[in-house]
């Protein structure tokens, strides 16, 4: 069972190959060695039906364990990951209504 008051570091140890990084607002869990936040991974990864086999090939620089790690930490935080993907799916849909237009205000 995971908790909200586990650490960055415990959840580092708990799935190996991920790092904690700030991102533009918060900090985020990110694939190691990559500048690429397990959020983008799973995006691709739901976006292929959870095709295993396309993701390898859509992400064809990550190793195996990278892409693992990204699996494996969605697996036991999906809330966290899933709250991730609404706040960058509401922001897409505000900016293709707003015909692209961001207001930061």
Do not use: C, N
């Amino acid at each position: 069972m995971t908790t909200e008051t586990e650490t960055e570091a415990e959840r580092m140890e708990r799935v190996p190959g991920i790092i904690f990084a700030d991102g533009p607002v918060d900090r985020r869990a990110r694939v190691a060695g990559t500048g690429i936040d397990v959020f983008e991974v799973i995006k691709g990864f739901k976006l292929m039906a959870q095709d295993p086999v396309r993701l390898r090939a859509a992400y064809h620089w990550l190793t195996q364990r990278q892409l693992s790690a990204a699996l494996r930490y969605y697996a036991l935080y999906p809330a966290e990951i899933d709250a991730r993907l609404a706040e960058e799916a509401a922001f897409e849909r505000g900016a293709r209504a707003s015909g692209g237009r961001i207001d930061l205000d």
